[in-house]
């Protein structure tokens, strides 16, 4: 028995590693096809056929579609905490600092409509489904991969606090998160190009916004937000 348990060990770990390979092979081709197809037209039976299997395979790795657009997510977060960060390091200078990591944000959302579907898809469901549809590890890698944004945000927000170049009543915390979320939807803005108005009461008008513009609005308004106690002294 002692000279077969070195042999089964390692029959499990090649095993694992099988599963381990399998289940990122899945998700590199759900990242794939959001980027060609989007969210919204992707199914699992297209993720199985990319990957050459069959569904009932694609739900022995994942709990289910929003764990696997969890899992995907988190793609997308670690490629944005690089963009982020590399913006935070670019100046010294808070405000700087600030417009750089949020305009970070807008930049890559813009270039990847995908992401922003991905995260808005998750974020309509109620905390306590996407608690029971998720596995406690996917919902780990997913937070870890959240945080890691929203922790270079908040950072930048603290430390421009400290130097008094911000003023700010609300938690750096609080704030990062509200930006996030506010981002988000300021993106399917960019995406979808239209603006609404009244060019009289009850008389609607449509015109164009171009991603530029938002970006520029998003910028300000963080700023507006933070330094508008500076700027009121």
Do not use: W
């Amino acid at each position: 028995m002692a000279t077969r348990a070195p042999q089964t060990d390692g029959r499990r770990r090649a095993a694992a590693a099988r599963r381990r390979a399998r289940k990122e092979q899945i998700i590199a081709a759900t990242r794939e096809l959001f980027d060609s197809r989007g969210v919204r037209d992707v199914q699992i039976e297209e993720i199985a056929g990319a990957v050459g299997i069959n569904r009932a395979i694609v739900y022995r790795h994942f709990t289910g579609k929003e764990e696997l657009f969890a899992l995907t997510l988190v793609g997308y977060l670690d490629e944005l905490h690089d963009a982020m960060q590399d913006a935070a390091a670019s100046s010294t200078e808070a405000p700087d600092r600030l417009a750089a990591v949020v305009g970070a944000f807008i930049d890559y959302g813009v270039a990847h409509p995908a992401f922003v579907d991905c995260a808005q898809s998750l974020m309509v469901r109620p905390g306590d489904e996407l608690l029971d549809d998720i596995s406690d590890g996917a919902l780990f890698r997913l937070g870890r991969g959240i945080t890691s944004c929203m922790t270079i945000l908040s950072q930048v927000l603290a430390e421009g606090t400290e130097s008094g170049d911000f003023t700010m009543t609300s938690d750096p915390v609080v704030m990062a998160n509200t930006m996030y979320a506010s981002g988000l939807g300021a993106l399917h803005l960019a995406r979808l190009g239209i603006l609404v108005s009244e060019s009289a009461p009850g008389v609607p008008v449509v015109s164009q916004v171009s991603a530029e513009q938002v970006r520029e609005y998003v910028v300000s308004s963080a700023l507006a937000v933070v330094m508008r106690g500076v700027r009121a002294s």
